[in-house]
Each structure stands twice: as structure tokens, then as C-alpha cells.
């Protein structure tokens, strides 16, 4: 059956330094990777999104890679603040029914 | 704009009673989503709609699990009969329906079964 893990250990980084977390799946081929952010007692909120045919993807302070043949995805946040503290989820989708299978997340705590 | 509005945030009820959690998408959005938090299992897709219409409940978990979407702007995630083990934060999530496109979550429902 389709699996992802992500890295169920939180990661305790210093603030300034690069967070870098890791989606790894199996048994799946898909056609999109988002990854979402999740504060205490809020909704996911949609980070980034990358293409099977992408190798990365850059927003201001995040960078997403995509390497099909490991089946990983890393993400990473460069000059950590403490307000990236967050529980970081992946997200898998299926191009022809657009539905999504997230991981159980990570998460991040960045020490001032 | 509004995001997607979850109502009630917070429902405690006790066992065998019928839970109704609802939700309004994204003026706009055409496909929603429920799915189901638990530290356990994570966020689980429960059912999803695209213009109104059901096209996979396959995550539903039981037949006390129902799901509708009478309009555009409105669904509903109905429980019943609850029982403990269906105590988790339920979601509601909307988006343009295609593959690319993000999905707009609201903050939930924490449901506590008693």
C-alpha cells in the first residue's frame, strides 16, 4: 500500500541555521509534492508545490527538491527564525484524481 | 476574503449521539474535502466532491459516516452513532480542481466523544 514518512521525531535546530526535513513515500508515482505548514489548533496552510518533471523549487527562505528515483523530497529553510517553529506536512497527489495523501509531519522548533 | 469556515470549532458529546459538523468553502472553489487528524494516524482523507457531487468516499471509515454537499457553498459531515474512537480534529478543505492547485484548509473541528 502507499506510504509516506516523514520524520516523526521533532528537529530542534538554532536560529539562523538551515532546517531541512524529509518526505520519504513508496508504493507511489506521483504527479505532485505540496508541502503545508500547521500551527497548533489551525488548518495546514499550503507552502510550496513541485512537479514530478521539477528537481526544485524556490520561495523566499524555502527551497523544495523532488527526486523521484529515491522517491524523496527534501525541504529545507534557510536563516531559521523562531517563528518557522511549526509542524511542516507533505503531500502527495494523484494526477488523475487530484486527491492528496499527507504524511503524519514533522516538527520543527528553532531556537532563538 | 473569508477562508473556509468550520463550524462548531469544538464538540463534545457523548457516545451514541449524533454529531453534525459543517462547513463553507471558498466563494469560488469547486472541489471540498473532509479528511481527519489524529496523532496516530495523521490527516486522513475521509471524502471528497467536486461540483457538489461525491466522487470518493473511500476513506469514509464506516456507514455511521455521512457526508453532503446540498450546494456550492455548504457541506456537511454527519456521525452517527459517534463513539469514542471517532474523537479526533476533523477538517474541511477547498480548491479549484486541479492537480496543481493548493488546497485552502479551515481550523477545524475538535471532536471529543465521551
Known amino acids: 500500500s502507499q506510504k509516506i514518512e516523514q520524520n516523526s521525531e521533532a528537529l530542534n535546530i538554532q536560529e539562523g541555521k538551515t532546517a531541512t526535513l524529509t518526505c520519504n513515500y513508496t508504493n507511489y508515482s506521483p504527479a505532485y509534492l505540496q508541502w503545508y505548514r500547521q500551527d497548533p489548533g489551525r488548518g495546514p496552510v499550503f507552502l510550496l508545490l513541485?512537479?514530478?518533471?521539477?528537481k526544485e523549487k524556490r520561495k523566499e527562505r524555502l527551497k523544495v527538491t523532488f527526486d523521484t528515483t529515491l522517491k524523496q523530497s527534501l525541504f529545507h529553510i534557510t536563516a531559521s527564525q523562531p517563528a518557522d517553529s511549526a509542524t511542516y506536512l507533505c503531500a502527495l497527489g494523484d494526477s488523475g484524481t487530484y486527491k492528496y495523501i499527507f504524511g503524519t509531519g514533522t516538527r520543527l522548533k528553532v531556537l532563538a | 476574503d473569508a477562508g473556509v469556515i468550520q463550524s462548531p470549532r469544538h464538540e463534545v458529546t457523548e457516545m451514541g449521539q449524533e454529531v453534525t459538523l459543517r462547513c463553507k468553502p471558498i466563494?469560488?472553489?469547486?472541489?471540498l474535502f473532509w479528511y481527519r487528524q489524529t496523532m496516530m494516524r495523521g490527516l486522513e482523507l475521509l471524502i471528497y466532491?467536486?461540483?457538489?457531487?461525491?466522487?470518493?468516499d473511500s476513506g469514509m471509515p464506516e456507514d455511521r459516516f455521512s457526508a453532503k454537499m446540498p450546494n456550492a457553498s455548504f457541506s456537511t459531515l454527519k456521525i452517527q452513532p459517534s463513539e469514542p474512537r471517532d474523537s479526533a480534529v476533523y477538517f474541511c478543505?477547498?480548491?479549484?480542481?486541479?492537480?496543481?492547485?493548493?488546497?485552502?484548509f479551515g481550523d477545524g473541528t475538535r471532536l471529543s466523544i465521551l
Open positions: 466563494s469560488g472553489h469547486n472541489s
Open positions: 466532491f467536486n461540483n457538489n457531487v461525491p466522487i470518493d
Open positions: 513541485i512537479r514530478e518533471n521539477e
Open positions: 478543505a477547498s480548491t479549484i480542481f486541479q492537480g496543481s492547485q493548493p488546497q485552502h
